[in-house]
């Protein structure tokens, strides 16, 4: 199976004027980004700054109120089956039906996205040796570490090998090794032509793989830059300006 | 397609759940209790019945009573069944995964709806597997027994929708099931107080459960009844699709 990735000049993700309230409150206001093929995004921001809110938005779970979402140039809100081939997706922790093993979740996931027979048994056996699942294989979701659980959520992401991978906090619950893992990984898919948006507490993070990052801060985009390596210091310096200044004027 | 994923996904969570074993079971084995009781009457007034020329035989002392007795049990089989559908998904966050995955509400119910349908006619069939056994024994009434069966695959389908739509409101499997009994219980015995008062037409029976099942499994078949179920189920997955529909909408 070849990643799915179509032949167009367009970036993969574009968001623009994106608006959402929860529970009554705005949770995203006015974002506008794009992403192109390749790029790893890191989406930092304090708890409640909407970056949950934006990536379930990205990756069709959630509409918004208002603005767009184009996928490849294609209207994603009105083409909303885009999601099934284009998009993977791993949710803050992980939600697995419990009843099901692991290979039956990877099963499950494929056939929603589309694959069946061969390609589909494929995928599956590939993203298991992969993600070294092949030891949990036969277990039952429900009985799974946290730190697996998160494993096991990402290759059901990565199975149907999207054109964009969505990432809610993918190193949450994982050890030193599996973290070093799932970096080398991000980097593999960015280097095979994937867009990653990943969202995360930890700037040592965005810093380690992302090549671009954007920082939410009350539903709204208050910085959009690279990421120069190593440059620790001025991302947290940016970083706090953002976190502990509740009200500034609207930043890049 | 996306509702066959769905309804493959179902019954796979379905088929590993012990609660579904469990009411499996436990209801078959009361039902074959009920069946040996029924049978042992059935045979023990043989004898008196042999006397009248148009008594009632094995189909109406034995197999209609029977799929009677499923139809109660089904009240509150179903709700069981049909609790965690969508109200489960939900407490566990795996429905934002059904619709991340593109599949349209309306798949989603329809996936589900099939998968605890099939397990209900699989139950059905096992019941009456139980009289069909002995039909080169006895004497069946094929048709009275087909009127009385379809009645139950409307009932059944009807029930399991319902259940369904109550599980797509709810946040909680408990009240999912709760509410999808107390629907049917209410649905099944509106027209108590007006069959009390001795009025057996109108809206009020029309409106009634009862009033659809009992001509059926008499073995009087009309369009009117199964057109009743078949708005009931339609009525009820519709109003479950509406639901999910504004959960993807406003969160």
Same mark, same amino acid.
């Given at each position: 199976?070849?990643?799915?990735?179509?032949?167009?000049?367009?970036?993969?993700?574009?968001?623009?004027?994106?608006?959402?309230?929860?529970?009554?409150?705005?949770?995203?206001?006015?974002?506008?980004?794009?992403?192109?093929?390749?790029?790893?995004?890191?989406?930092?921001?304090?708890?409640?700054?909407?970056?949950?809110?934006?990536?379930?938005?990205?990756?069709?779970?959630?509409?918004?109120?208002?603005?767009?979402?184009?996928?490849?140039?294609?209207?994603?809100?009105?083409?909303?089956?885009?999601?099934?081939?284009?998009?993977?997706?791993?949710?803050? $922790?992980?939600?697995?039906?419990?009843?099901?093993?692991?290979? @039956?979740?990877?099963?499950?996931?494929?056939?929603?996205?589309?694959?069946?027979?061969?390609?589909?048994?494929?995928?599956?056996?590939?993203?298991?040796?992969?993600?070294?699942?092949?030891?949990?294989?036969? $277990? !039952?979701?429900?009985?799974?570490?946290?730190?697996?659980?998160?494993?096991?959520?990402?290759?059901?992401?990565?199975?149907? *090998?999207?054109?964009?991978?969505?990432?809610? @906090?993918?190193?949450?619950?994982?050890?030193?090794?599996?973290?070093?893992?799932?970096?080398?990984?991000?980097?593999?898919?960015?280097?095979?032509?994937?867009?990653?948006? !990943?969202?995360?507490?930890?700037?040592?993070?965005?810093?380690?793989?992302?090549?671009?990052?954007?920082?939410?801060?009350?539903?709204?985009?208050?910085?959009?830059?690279?990421?120069?390596?190593?440059?620790?210091?001025?991302?947290?310096?940016?970083?706090?300006?953002?976190?502990?200044?509740? $009200?500034?004027?609207?930043?890049? | 397609?996306?509702?066959?994923?769905?309804?493959?996904?179902?019954?796979?969570?379905?088929?590993?759940?012990?609660?579904?074993?469990?009411?499996?079971?436990?209801?078959?084995?009361?039902?074959?209790?009920?069946?040996?009781?029924?049978?042992?009457?059935?045979?023990?007034?043989?004898?008196?019945?042999?006397?009248?020329?148009?008594?009632?035989?094995?189909?109406?002392?034995?197999?209609?009573?029977?799929?009677?007795?499923?139809?109660?049990?089904?009240?509150?089989?179903?709700?069981?069944?049909?609790?965690?559908?969508?109200?489960?998904?939900?407490?566990?966050?795996?429905?934002?995964?059904?619709?991340?995955?593109?599949?349209?509400?309306?798949?989603?119910?329809?996936? *589900?709806?099939?998968?605890?349908?099939?397990?209900?006619?699989?139950?059905?069939?096992?019941?009456?597997?139980?009289?069909?056994?002995?039909?080169?024994?006895?004497?069946?009434?094929?048709?009275?027994?087909?009127?009385?069966?379809?009645?139950?695959?409307?009932?059944?389908?009807?029930?399991?929708?319902?259940?369904?739509?109550?599980?797509?409101?709810?946040?909680?499997?408990?009240?999912?099931?709760?509410?999808? !009994?107390?629907?049917?219980?209410?649905?099944?015995?509106?027209?108590?107080?007006?069959?009390?008062?001795?009025?057996?037409?109108?809206?009020?029976?029309?409106?009634?459960?009862?009033?659809?099942?009992?001509?059926?499994?008499?073995?009087?078949?009309?369009?009117?009844?199964?057109?009743?179920?078949?708005?009931?189920?339609?009525?009820?997955?519709?109003?479950?699709?509406?639901?999910?529909?504004?959960?993807?909408?406003?969160?």
């Amino acid at each position: 199976m070849t990643t799915i990735i179509p032949a167009t000049s367009a970036p993969v993700l574009e968001l623009e004027h994106l608006d959402r309230h929860r529970a009554g409150r705005p949770a995203v206001q006015d974002l506008s980004l794009t992403l192109p093929r390749g790029q790893i995004l890191g989406l930092l921001g304090v708890n409640g700054a909407g970056k949950s809110t934006t990536l379930s938005m990205i990756a069709g779970a959630l509409r918004p109120d208002r603005g767009s979402i184009k996928l490849n140039g294609q209207d994603f809100l009105e083409q909303p089956e885009l999601a099934r081939t284009w998009i993977g997706w791993l949710p803050e $922790r992980a939600p697995l039906w419990t009843e099901l093993t692991v290979a @039956e979740h990877l099963d499950a996931h494929g056939r929603l996205r589309g694959l069946r027979g061969a390609a589909l048994r494929e995928a599956c056996t590939s993203i298991i040796e992969r993600l070294e699942l092949r030891p949990l294989a036969r $277990r !039952l979701a429900g009985v799974l570490s946290q730190g697996q659980r998160q494993r096991l959520g990402l290759a059901c992401a990565l199975l149907h *090998k999207p054109a964009l991978l969505v990432l809610d @906090e993918p190193a949450n619950a994982l050890d030193p090794v599996q973290v070093a893992a799932l970096r080398t990984l991000i980097r593999g898919q960015a280097a095979a032509g994937t867009a990653v948006i !990943l969202s995360t507490h930890l700037l040592a993070e965005v810093t380690a793989i992302c090549d671009r990052v954007a920082i939410l801060h009350e539903g709204r985009l208050r910085h959009d830059g690279a990421v120069r390596a190593g440059d620790h210091a001025a991302l947290e310096k940016t970083f706090f300006e953002i976190a502990m200044n509740p $009200r500034p004027a609207r930043a890049a | 397609m996306s509702a066959l994923v769905v309804a493959r996904l179902e019954w796979r969570r379905l088929l590993v759940r012990p609660l579904a074993w469990v009411l499996a079971a436990m209801t078959l084995a009361w039902l074959g209790w009920n069946f040996t009781l029924l049978l042992g009457s059935f045979l023990a007034g043989q004898i008196q019945r042999a006397a009248l020329p148009d008594g009632p035989g094995f189909t109406d002392l034995v197999a209609v009573p029977l799929l009677g007795q499923l139809a109660q049990l089904a009240f509150l089989v179903v709700p069981l069944l049909t609790m965690s559908v969508l109200a489960g998904e939900r407490r566990n966050g795996t429905l934002p995964l059904l619709f991340a995955a593109g599949v349209p509400a309306s798949r989603i119910v329809l996936g *589900k709806y099939l998968a605890i349908l099939a397990w209900l006619l699989l139950w059905l069939l096992l019941t009456l597997s139980m009289p069909l056994a002995l039909a080169h024994a006895t004497h069946l009434d094929w048709g009275k027994l087909a009127a009385a069966t379809l009645g139950l695959v409307l009932m059944l389908a009807a029930l399991a929708a319902l259940g369904v739509a109550c599980s797509g409101f709810a946040s909680h499997p408990a009240i999912a099931a709760a509410a999808a !009994l107390i629907v049917a219980l209410a649905l099944w015995s509106v027209n108590l107080g007006a069959q009390m008062a001795g009025i057996n037409g109108g809206a009020i029976n029309w409106l009634a459960m009862s009033t659809h099942v009992q001509p059926l499994l008499r073995g009087l078949v009309s369009s009117a009844d199964v057109l009743w179920f078949v708005l009931l189920a339609a009525l009820s997955l519709a109003l479950a699709t509406r639901r999910l529909a504004t959960e993807m909408e406003h969160g």
